[in-house]
């Protein structure tokens, strides 16, 4: 089976807390839905294929999403979402690098820059994630 055949829909499971979030629940609204795209929103991570990484975080909420990868069947992919998450913002302001962290233990697919990113960048990244070989 060729990989643009398993992702000719993605089961999209969003973690994190931050207005980016706001942002891509709108992508699946009447205005951009997503959905004419084969792509939907879960709320089980077993029954996800992207995991979407976006706001702020400590080291508990950073060991939440590397759990909640975790729960994910294979193959997955990983999107990190925001201004927060791609410069390493956190609750504690310890200065400690979670992205990093992140990083180390998970393969990150796609970056999506932006504070918060619209609607159409998010929908943007996750039409070339899905042509991506």
Known sequence: MSNS???SSLNIYVAGYGCCKQEIIASAGPVYDISRFGISFVSFPESADVLVFQG???GK???KVINIYNQMISPKWVIALGKCTLENLSYEGSGNNLLYEFKKR????VYVP??????E?????????????
């Open 114 to 119: 932006g504070c918060p990113p619209r609607p």
């Open 61 to 63: 909420g950073l060991k």
């Open 5 to 7: 055949l398993i992702k």
């Open 106 to 109: 998970l393969k990150v697919d």
């Open 121 to 133: 960048a998010f929908i943007y990244s996750l039409l070339r994630l899905m042509e991506k070989p």
């Open 56 to 58: 702020f975080y400590n």
